[in-house]
């Protein structure tokens, strides 16, 4: 158990990394030229990487891919078989909004949650108010550590502080 708690752990601290690492991977990939197709219609590509052969799959119907290391769906983060396609095969630039989960983006805000089969799931308004909590403390921590270096700054803090307070 302490290993799993451990090999989630170094997941969410090197997101970035992780990612950095396979964009970076991905220009190394050799996609072949054929294109193979599966029984319901979607396309297959598959991807040399030195001795190993991965396979990627397109849905022709939402043109999503996937791959079968499931990097995206167990830590959000787009493996580089599915990067290189999307760069080499479909011409595409900027990572397309499916790829990116809203964990990843600072501004999510409270919307409609659905589950598997598109139904409307209720939002836990407690969840939301301790996501606010967190933001605020992490922000008066930054602001606090601050104006504990400077008098002025410290009294002008407290203050504000005070005044707040009343017209909350």
Not at 54 to 77: A, M, N, Q, Y
């Amino acid at each position: 158990m302490e290993e799993i708690t451990e090999n989630i752990m170094f997941h969410i601290a090197n997101s970035k990394l992780i990612f950095q690492l396979e964009y970076i991977g991905s220009s190394d990939l050799v996609i072949n030229p054929d294109v193979g197709i599966d029984s319901g219609g979607n396309k297959i590509y598959t991807i040399h990487n030195d001795s190993r052969h991965e396979v990627v799959k397109r849905s022709t119907s939402d043109d999503s891919l996937c791959h079968s290391c499931r990097l995206l769906e167990l830590w959000g983060i787009i493996c580089k078989h599915v990067l290189n396609v999307l760069r080499k095969i479909m011409n595409i630039k900027e990572l397309p909004t499916q790829y990116v989960l809203k964990r990843w983006i600072r501004d999510v805000r409270s919307t409609d949650v659905l589950d598997m089969q598109g139904g409307n799931i209720d939002v836990d308004l407690k969840l939301i108010e301790a996501s606010r909590y967190k933001i605020l403390m992490i922000e008066w921590r930054k602001l606090s550590d601050r104006a504990a270096q400077c008098e002025p700054a410290f009294t002008c803090v407290l203050q504000t502080q005070s005044m707040l307070q009343k017209n909350a």
